[in-house]
């Protein structure tokens, strides 16, 4: 400026000798400015992770990652910052981001029945990206425990009794009625009673399992509708006894149900380095894969949606600079289960809320819910998992790492209720935004009422009869021993009795014979001596005879000859 005169020697010499002092401010970068500004850190890094890996954007992470940095991209995400703030609200109320004695995690999930978009994203613990303030304390951490593994994710959670749903789809699909009765008991069975036609010789193997319910409940025979909203492990293994194993899960596939990340830590079992879920029986009631909690909600959204999947999706729409529409992996929507399998399931759910087990899932504003908790063992993990017809929303409140339960912190009211509120105060929010229709009413098969001939077992041996029974549809119970004529041990009667009508897979009593009857001889005519002896040899002990039939014919007997009473009950002769 000086060579060119546009300033003077003076300009020049008092610009030269000014100090020129930096003032820097340091912002943070990219999903900390989320976390910082609206508490969307996780959700945040999923749009950037969905992003690269989703090959319209390259064929290659490097190449994503080039085409996402410098594509300008105007990015519209299906977010919903209100239910979100409704979340984060109760996700802080009700579980801290450290805990002492735990390694405490908990992650709340919201996804739009029939478009997958993905309205909340929650977690206990605070976003960043940078791992040198991870290391500052577990309150922080770059971990999405809501997404699968190349999300983000960790490995996934068990999600207990949550499958239960799975199973109860299959149960449907496969013809069957919510009305049917099935023993709801802990016990042991077999595991060759489990039919599996993908495993070798058709059947899960051999050997004794023992199960039970929460706290040891018995419950007997109930409906699969009851065991299902009470949430009783033995009415699921009754139900899956029914079924074939690959058949449930081959439901649990078109649902979209996967492990979060590979199973590699057990050679033994049949998913082996794959993302498929182990076919076990334990399963199909207590969910022993570790699924991530988006995509249990995106399964239960079906449920909602009339049985049509929808995958997750956090984008609406991405604009280039000039605002064309940049192409990208939408949600890919399939029929996972009919309409009236998924009609069927949300009914028997909206009664495990209204008078079951998830009665904390009610709306405060009457729109329809439907839900389904769910358990691990020990209480190590604790879900809510349903919604309306417009929202569904998986919670998840656990153990991230170790295996601690949960109620030694706060009992019943406290950490392991924490879904609890969790749950419900994202989806008052969602009926408020969203509103809610009713779900589809069931088929007249769902709820048809199975009526089964009870054959007739009398004078078979106790297997026998068990056996034919069962092949009947029906369960079996001890009915203890009565009088009889028949040996000792064989069946006298059962209970309804032979020839009538039962509900299919109700429990029928058998009763036992004790042997305990005989039919009183004709002994008229003859001496007292001889006929005590036959009373003797047709069984009875008690045998009342004068001394005049010493010398007498007997012309009496109490009770009359040919008829049958107790061996123990008194016989008497009268002689003349």
């Not at 399931?345 to 909206?350: A, D, G, I, M, S």
Request: proline content about 4%.
């Amino acid at each position: 400026m000086l060579a060119h005169g546009k300033i003077t020697q003076a300009d020049y010499d008092a610009a030269i000798g000014t100090e020129v002092v930096p003032s820097i401010t340091e912002r943070p970068v990219g999903c900390d400015i989320a976390e910082a500004r609206r508490n969307l850190g996780y959700f945040c890094d999923y749009v950037q992770r969905y992003i690269l890996n989703d090959p319209n954007f390259g064929d290659s992470t490097k190449e994503r990652q080039f085409n996402f940095q410098r594509g300008g991209f105007d990015i519209y995400t299906s977010i919903d910052l209100d239910l979100q703030e409704s979340g984060i609200n109760a996700m802080r109320a009700n579980v801290p981001a450290v805990m002492d004695g735990i390694d405490i995690g908990s992650a709340a999930v919201s996804v739009e029945p029939g478009t997958g978009r993905v309205l909340t994203m929650i977690q206990n613990r605070f976003f960043t990206a940078d791992p040198e303030v991870a290391k500052l304390g577990n309150e922080y951490t770059g971990i999405n425990y809501n997404t699968d593994f190349e999300y983000g994710g960790s490995g996934g959670f068990q999600v207990g009794s949550t499958f239960k749903a799975i199973t109860l789809a299959e149960w449907l699909r496969s013809g069957r009625s919510v009305k049917e009765i099935v023993n709801t008991n802990g016990r042991t069975e077999q595991f060759q009673n489990f039919s599996a036609r993908c495993l070798d010789e058709g059947i899960y193997g051999y050997g004794n399992w023992t199960f039970q319910n929460d706290q040891g409940r018995q419950a007997g025979s109930q409906t699969v509708e009851y065991a299902m909203e009470q949430s009783l492990n033995g009415g699921l293994v009754s139900m899956q006894q029914q079924l074939d194993l690959c058949d449930t899960f081959d439901t649990a596939q078109k649902l979209g149900l996967h492990r979060a990340t590979e199973q590699n830590f057990n050679e033994s079992q049949n998913n082996y380095g794959t993302r498929d879920l182990a076919i076990l029986p334990s399963t199909i009631y207590a969910g022993t894969d570790e699924i991530a909690p988006i995509t249990m909600a995106a399964a239960f959204a079906a449920f909602a949606n009339g049985g049509k999947l929808c995958t997750p999706v956090p984008i609406d729409a991405i604009k280039s600079p000039d605002g064309k529409d940049v192409p990208f992996t939408r949600s890919k929507c399939s029929q996972a289960v009919s309409p009236e399998v998924a009609a069927g399931v949300t009914y028997v759910l909206q009664n495990a809320v209204n008078r079951g087990v998830a009665s904390h899932a009610r709306s405060s504003s009457g729109v329809p819910h439907f839900a389904k908790t769910g358990t691990t063992d020990d209480v190590k993990d604790n879900w809510t998992i349903g919604g309306s017809s417009k929202v569904t929303t998986a919670v998840w409140v656990g153990n991230v790492t170790g295996n601690v339960s949960t109620m030694n912190f706060g009992g019943w009211g406290g950490l392991m209720a924490a879904d609890q509120s969790i749950w419900p105060a994202i989806m008052n929010a969602a009926d408020q935004k969203y509103g809610g229709d009713p779900f589809a009413e069931p088929s007249s098969v769902a709820l048809r009422v199975v009526a089964q001939d009870v054959p007739d077992t009398t004078g078979q041996d106790v297997a026998s009869a068990t056996k034919l029974l069962k092949a009947a549809g029906f369960t079996v119970e001890d009915g203890g021993e009565t009088d009889s004529l028949l040996a000792e041990g064989l069946v006298t009667e059962t209970s309804p009795a032979a020839g009538t009508s039962a509900p299919a897979g109700s429990a029928v009593k058998i009763f036992r014979s004790g042997a305990t009857l005989a039919t009183v001889p004709d002994v008229v005519g003859e001496f007292g001596k001889k006929a005590a002896s036959r009373l003797r040899d047709a069984g009875f002990v008690d045998i009342s005879v004068p001394k005049e039939c010493a010398a007498e014919k007997v012309s009496a007997v109490t009770p009359v000859p040919g008829t049958s009473t107790r061996k123990s009950d008194t016989v008497t002769l009268a002689c003349r």
